[in-house]
């Protein structure tokens, strides 16, 4: 069911919610004297790929950051798989933008998926033929299998990303949050990535991409949360990603023609 901003107050039975692989309920958080999110609430779907869409500035990342505790909210709980954060981390996987990343770490590919195995390694860091295997099979699946010897910084921006899909999918996660994984990458690495994303949904996964393409949206996801700064829609793609709630979330700054142009592709 669509849920519009109006119904934002209306909170889900605690069983459903308790479904959820993420829910947040009256999340704000501000950076200085403007909210950035302002008491927003979202219930991700399981086993499904959910797009977080909005504006420039709109609150995308700093809701799946704050979602995670890598920045501190005024306000709201975060729930996994209906407990609390700190006990469900380790069913999460996340991949940050790519520009927040350090690229002249003098590191290699393969030391790079590696640390997605750092629960298994433990704190000694002992890695066995099995750990090697593993991350190799993981750079396998995003088409760099090639590159594992390679300093991470020789790499392109299309293969950094894939590279860093690897770590995630060497973690083994229910819950996948991405930060526009797309971002600045080319055709066939889009094409790679999207394949891995929708191969861990029809694994069972859950996936979670803040995404900036509104053109892919009805191709690569199933649900939609759009948001700036308020929560202004959630739901079915077919429901909530609409004429009426992309000009509620992005107003004038998305024209009209694009407004439409979606709008007839989804019927």
Known sequence: MLELAAHQGIPLPENDIGKS?????GLTVSYGQKPAVFSVDMTVQPGAMTAIIGPNGAGKSTLLKAALGIVSPLSGQVTVFGDRLDRQRSRIAYVPQRASVDWDFPTRVIDVVLMGLSRELGLLGRVRARHKAQAMDCLHRVGMRDFADRQIGQLSGGQQQRVFLARALAQAADLYLLDEPFAGVDAATEKAIISVLKS??????TVVAVHHDLATVTDYFDHVFLINTRKVAEGPVAEAFTAKTLQ????????????????????
């Open 248 to 267: 509620s979330a992005y107003g004038g700054r998305l024209a009209t023609a694009q407004i439409d142009q979606i709008s007839r592709a989804l019927g």
């Open 21 to 25: 692989p993420l829910a947040i309920r």
């Open 200 to 205: 861990l949904k029809e694994a069972g996964k």
